[in-house]
């Protein structure tokens, strides 16, 4: 599965997984459906989507801030692998969110360094009822300046998402998670590929952004996948771009 069949199937997708939420909760009673909106998205977390929707009338959408204040950042080298690791327990992967062939640094969403941890659920029986997989993302929010020790200006943050998977088709797993900010999230794993991607979709909030601050959420960002950005594929490469990143792994010579 490539980038743009990914870009094809968002849309999609959200729809989809929307009608499987709203035909679950009917068969729920009232009571657990109270007790899913509450755990699925707390006080917190609405509260801190709103401080992010302020930021980026700021700073602009991660995608489109020129990254240069974090330009001396990388990924761990422990972290030099790529592909999925499966078994019989799920799903892990590792690796920073990156938009492929994208040369220009300040088109990249901030750096970050993500796991994609995903476990099979299963009922009182031990039946399988199917794949949550979370995802913790440190990332970095740059500014337009140059890194600063006198006058720090590269911001450190935790973000941290859960999806529901479903297959879409053999071997693709995907699932959605939505947002009070600008853009829901679509998690889509590639298991014949071994890749992860992430694509978006704008939120029911992001024209009243949009409206408060002309811009603030701007463009729908690009489909997103997970490289391995620590210093040894440049290193196997022989030589590249100051932040280079790619597929290989550790096993690759």
């Known amino acids: 599965m490539g980038l743009l069949t990914v870009r094809k199937h968002a849309s999609r997708v959200e729809h989809w997984l929307k009608a499987e939420v709203r035909e679950e909760h009917r068969e729920k009673s009232p009571s657990v459906i109270v007790m899913r909106k509450v755990v699925g998205r707390s006080s917190a977390m609405f509260i801190r989507d709103a401080i992010i929707g302020s930021l980026l009338g700021i700073f602009g959408y991660a995608g489109t801030a020129c990254a240069n204040s974090c330009s001396n950042v990388d990924a761990f080298s422990s972290y030099d692998r790529s592909g999925l690791q499966e078994s019989d327990f799920g799903i892990y992967a590792v690796g920073?969110?990156?938009?492929?062939?994208?040369?220009?640094?300040?088109?990249?969403?901030?750096?970050?360094?993500?796991?994609?941890?995903?476990?099979?659920?299963?009922?009182?029986?031990?039946?399988a009822t199917g794949l949550e997989c979370k995802v913790a993302k440190a990332v970095v929010w740059a500014s337009s300046d140059k890194p600063d020790t006198d006058k720090p200006n590269c911001s450190l943050d935790l973000d941290s998402s859960s999806y529901s998977m479903k297959q879409l088709q053999k071997g693709i797993l995907t699932g959605f998670e939505e947002s009070t900010s600008c853009f829901n999230s679509i998690l889509t794993i590639d298991r014949n590929t071994k890749r992860v991607y992430l694509s978006f979709t704008r939120t029911k909030y992001a024209d009243n952004y949009d409206k408060i601050k002309p811009g603030t959420c701007g463009e729908l960002p690009r489909t997103e996948a997970l490289m391995n950005c620590t210093a040894w594929p440049k290193i196997r490469k022989g030589g590249g771009p100051p932040r280079y990143c790619d597929f290989s792994g550790s096993s690759d010579k």
């Not at 990156?98 to 029986?125: G, H, Y």
């Open 96 to 127: 920073t969110f990156r938009i492929v062939d994208e040369a220009d640094e300040s088109k990249q969403p901030m750096f970050n360094l993500a796991t994609v941890n995903c476990e099979k659920q299963t009922d009182d029986m031990g039946r």
